[in-house]
């Protein structure tokens, strides 16, 4: 009989990892809260890049070029399969000032991505993008079909043991869903999954505020951004604005302070937006974690709990890679990238309230 898993969230990272085992032969099971791909996987710009990569550590980025690089092949093989469009689409990113130049540059240099300086702003043609809400029901779709066993509505509880071996998780109506491995991907909410007993993880949420416009399509073509906005044009004319850091806890309320923020950075950017009405304004509570270092480990004290989270602002990008790294540590492969970067914290934390 084939290995069981039970995988904790249904995020974008809970997906590919589903399926990075699935098709390793294991037979999987994805629980989720709510419905699969609804919280910060639906919420994020799909920007499938970090911003200003150069600020960021050498695990950050391999990880990110790493995920971004297995997108195409990955949207195609979801539209031929499930007919589900994740609109992939190589758009490319025009960064304006204020940024570095020589350090912009030699970075793409040395990380082989193709960069020009045009009118003091940093062009990056091969920046890519896909749209949220359909990557994540194509994903949903996807998993489906590999004969992934998904359960919407289940909350899983906090582990109520310190280490040893799992047998099964509880859910917080009662239920057991026994496994022979667990793997805890449910992003921002990850750390208080692993109870008051074992050690946690110095990971929080942080939202970030979006919001949608609707204009003529082309007459954006490409993504921007400028100290720490940006505008993503969608195919049919919609464009994201965003987006907001918070830290306020587990708190998804949309504020009329962000709106306006980010409205008056939006019609800066293009003033075609200044008469554009403002069609949608939402958040997500993405998984802070410190330098935006993901933890994609076994846990130190259960021999058969593994962790996938902690990808903070670029777990869209991140999750194809992560999954992949994850996928091979449980199946006892090579993994095709150093994992030691991204090791459960040595001390770990005492209980989930450790800041960012
Ligand atoms: C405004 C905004 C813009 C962003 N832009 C980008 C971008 O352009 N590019 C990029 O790469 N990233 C971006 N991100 C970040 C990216 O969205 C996140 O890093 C990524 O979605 C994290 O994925 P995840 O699967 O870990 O978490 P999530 O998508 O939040 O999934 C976690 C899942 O776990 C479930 N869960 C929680 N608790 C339980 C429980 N007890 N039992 C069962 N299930 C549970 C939840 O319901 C949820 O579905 C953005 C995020 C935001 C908010």
């Known amino acids: 009989m084939n290995s069981r898993a039970l995988v904790v969230g249904g995020g974008v990272v809970g997906c590919l990892t589903a399926l990075a085992l699935a098709e390793r032969g294991w037979q999987v099971t994805l629980a989720d809260q709510g419905r699969v791909g609804e919280e910060s996987s639906w919420a994020g710009g799909g920007i499938l890049f970090p911003l200003l990569p150069w600020n960021y550590s050498e695990s950050v980025n391999r990880l990110a070029l790493a995920g971004a690089a297995r997108y195409p092949a990955l949207c195609q093989q979801l539209l031929q399969e499930t007919g589900i469009d994740p609109q992939y689409q190589v758009s490319g990113l025009r960064i304006l000032p204020k940024f570095d130049t020589d350090t912009a540059l030699l970075w793409c240099q040395l990380h082989n991505v193709t960069a020009e300086i045009k009118n003091q702003s940093l062009w990056l043609p091969q920046v890519a993008q896909a749209r949220n809400p359909r990557l994540m029901q194509a994903l ?30 509880q859910s917080l109506d009662g239920r057991r869903f026994e496994a022979d491995a667990f793997v805890l991907t449910a992003g921002a909410w990850s750390s208080n999954l692993l109870g008051a007993q074992a050690l946690s993880l110095p990971f929080k949420p942080m939202r970030g505020q979006m919001l949608l416009y609707k204009l003529a399509p082309d007459v954006l073509q490409n993504m921007l951004y400028c100290e720490d906005f940006y505008l993503i044009p969608r195919r049919d004319g919609y464009i994201l604005a965003g987006s907001t850091v918070e830290d306020v806890g587990f708190d998804k309320t949309t504020t009329a302070e962000a709106a306006r923020h980010l409205a008056v950075r939006a019609a800066e950017l293009l003033p075609a937006l200044i008469k554009a009405p403002i069609i949608k304004h939402w958040s997500g509570l993405r998984p802070g974690s410190p330098d935006n270092v993901p933890v994609i480990a076994r846990h130190p004290q259960f021999d058969n709990l593994y962790i996938n989270t902690g990808h903070f602002r670029y ?33 770990g934390v005492a209980s989930a309230s450790s800041s960012v």
Not at 324 to 345: M, R, T, W
């Open 140 to 169: 949903r779709a996807f998993l489906l079909k590999r004969g992934v066993e998904i359960l919407e509505h289940i909350t899983l509880a906090p582990l109520p043991t310190k280490n040893g071996h799992l047998s099964a998780w």
């Open 315 to 347: 777990g869209v990008t991140m999750a194809p890679a992560s999954a992949q790294l994850l996928g091979a540590l449980i199946a006892g492969e090579k993994p095709f990238a150093d994992v030691s970067a991204y090791a459960f914290p040595q001390q």
